[in-house]
């Protein structure tokens, strides 16, 4: 069973840009999550999709970030223009009805 | 304002021996715990979970211990392996019985087995 998968693994922009991360979840899982860790922080809470619908959205950071989970399969997760504190890991992870989290890998953005 | 807080960001510990990771929480309401560990460029990794409801939960050579009303939860790691060292992150739940299952970690206890 493949597990969450995160790409890119490393992007590099510059402030201004935009940048799409994706993530596909493990299959059949409804529930998909995006979190964040900036260098040195904790990893945080971003959102939470159940299926296509936002279920809590309310760590997203500010107006620039801008989440979708069409069809309830993969999601995007969009920064748009890019600052220079936006920088860190973002990482999703998916679940099913019940059990524990399973994280990909991380899309580690730099913004240059 | 954190609300989970892993006060020894390193922690460096002989093969063989005891690994003992602190996490202390503020929030009351938290009624699951669970720990994550982490290998550079890969994704945290489900460790063990304890509920509000016990004191004691125990996986193999790992064991977690919640402490309610010092709000302290620690993992212990025996013996502790080389390939134990990684991060590892503290992680609590509010509601953990709703559909959110929102997670509140900590900044991480970087833990190194020396051979």
């Known amino acids: 069973e493949a597990g969450v998968t995160q790409f890119p693994s490393h992007s590099v922009i510059e402030k201004g840009q935009t940048v799409t991360l994706r993530c596909d979840p493990i299959?059949?899982?409804?529930?998909l999550y995006w979190y964040r860790r900036v260098m040195g922080k904790e990893i945080k809470f971003l959102l939470h999709?159940?299926?296509?619908?936002?279920?809590?959205e309310s760590g997203m950071p500010n107006n620039r970030f801008l989440a979708e989970r069409t069809g309830g399969t993969y999601s995007t997760l969009k920064v748009q223009p890019a600052e220079l504190e936006d920088s860190g890991v973002y990482f999703c992870?998916?679940?099913?009805?019940?059990?524990?989290?399973?994280f990909g890998e991380g899309s580690r953005l730099t913004v240059l | 304002d954190q609300q989970v807080k892993q006060n020894s960001p390193s922690l460096s510990v002989q093969e063989g021996r005891i690994s003992i990771l602190n996490c202390d929480y503020t929030?009351?309401?938290?009624?699951?715990f669970l720990w994550y560990k982490k290998y550079p460029a890969e994704g945290p990794t489900f460790l063990i979970s304890i509920s509000s409801i016990k004191d004691k939960n125990e996986d193999g050579r790992f064991t977690v211990f919640l402490n309610k009303s010092a709000k302290h939860l620690s993992l212990h790691i025996v013996p502790s392996q080389p390939g134990d060292s990684a991060v590892y992150f503290c992680a609590a739940i509010l509601n953990s019985g709703g559909s959110n299952y929102k997670l509140t970690f900590g900044k991480g206890t970087l833990l190194t087995v020396n051979p």
């Open positions: 929030n009351s309401m938290f009624d699951y």
């Open positions: 999709f159940v299926k296509e619908s936002k279920q809590d």
């Open positions: 299959s059949g899982h409804d529930n």
């Open positions: 992870a998916s679940r099913g009805g019940t059990g524990e989290l399973f």
